[in-house]
């Protein structure tokens, strides 16, 4: 168990809905990660928030919105879905940002399942 | 163009055989982070290594070691007297500074250990 939690682990919708993807880091870790794995994109990086802010933002699209909390947890918020939007999503978090010790670990959730039809 | 390449699709071999998973990298900027995850076949991913780019020290952790080599732009992954339970997707990655910090993903390298 690495400590990181998702919420839910599997969600069925269809195209043109919104969902929202919870992370929970590990206590202690000011870093929360997203990430997208489908069949055609491969493992995508979306966003990285630090302490509350954004800090590295990859290929996330315009429909797609995140935010980090104070209590740090954070919400990766898909909207008006799409067929591809399939994937599985990943959080992970770790305790510095990508700036720190070279030795940071990240932690990684189990991944929530998103199947648009 | 492709920043990370891990040219090998998929490797197969047998249980105690040592094998080395390629990535090289592309970048212009001075300042970058180099990664390894695993993937096993249950799903999740498990970081294994980040690597900064002024760090060219070799790093061992146990059968797995890391050749990192700034000439060849190239991050290697060697796991020694491979067993059942590397099996797995391996993916390289780098962050680039310049880019703020965005990660970029290899394809994978599919590795099975045949018992």
């Known amino acids: 168990d690495s400590g990181v939690t998702q919420t839910p682990k599997h969600l069925i919708t269809a195209t043109g809905q919104r969902v929202t993807l919870r992370c929970s880091p590990r206590?202690?870790?000011?870093?929360v990660y997203w990430y997208q794995q489908s069949l055609d994109q491969g493992l995508q990086f979306l966003i990285q928030?630090?302490?509350?802010?954004?800090?590295a933002k990859g290929n996330i699209l315009e429909r797609f919105s995140a935010q980090q909390f104070p209590d740090l947890h954070s919400e990766l918020n898909l909207s008006s879905l799409e067929l591809g939007d399939s994937a599985l999503y990943f959080c992970?978090?770790?305790?510095?940002?990508?700036?720190?010790?070279?030795?940071?670990?990240?932690?990684f959730g189990p991944g929530t399942r998103l199947t648009v039809l | 163009a492709q920043k990370v390449t891990q040219a090998q699709t998929e490797i197969s071999v047998v249980e105690k055989e040592d094998v080395t998973l390629d990535c090289v990298y592309e970048?212009?900027?001075?300042?970058?982070?180099l990664f390894w995850y695993k993937q096993p076949p249950s799903g999740e991913l498990v970081f294994l290594i980040r690597?900064?780019?002024?760090?060219?020290q070799n790093e061992i952790s146990g059968r797995y070691s890391w050749n990192f080599q700034k000439s060849t732009s190239s991050f290697n992954f060697t796991i020694t007297a491979s067993q059942v339970v590397d099996s797995a997707v391996y993916f390289c990655?780098?962050?680039?500074?310049?880019?703020?910090?965005?990660?970029?993903f290899g394809t994978g390298t599919s590795l099975t250990v045949i018992p």
């Open positions: 970048t212009r900027d001075t300042t970058y982070y």
């Open positions: 992970a978090s770790s305790v510095v940002s990508t700036g720190g010790s070279s030795t940071d670990t990240q932690y």
């Open positions: 206590s202690g870790d000011l870093s």
């Open positions: 690597r900064n780019s002024f760090d060219e």
């Open positions: 990655a780098l962050s680039e500074e310049w880019t703020g910090n965005q990660f970029y």
């Open positions: 928030y630090y302490n509350g802010e954004e800090r």
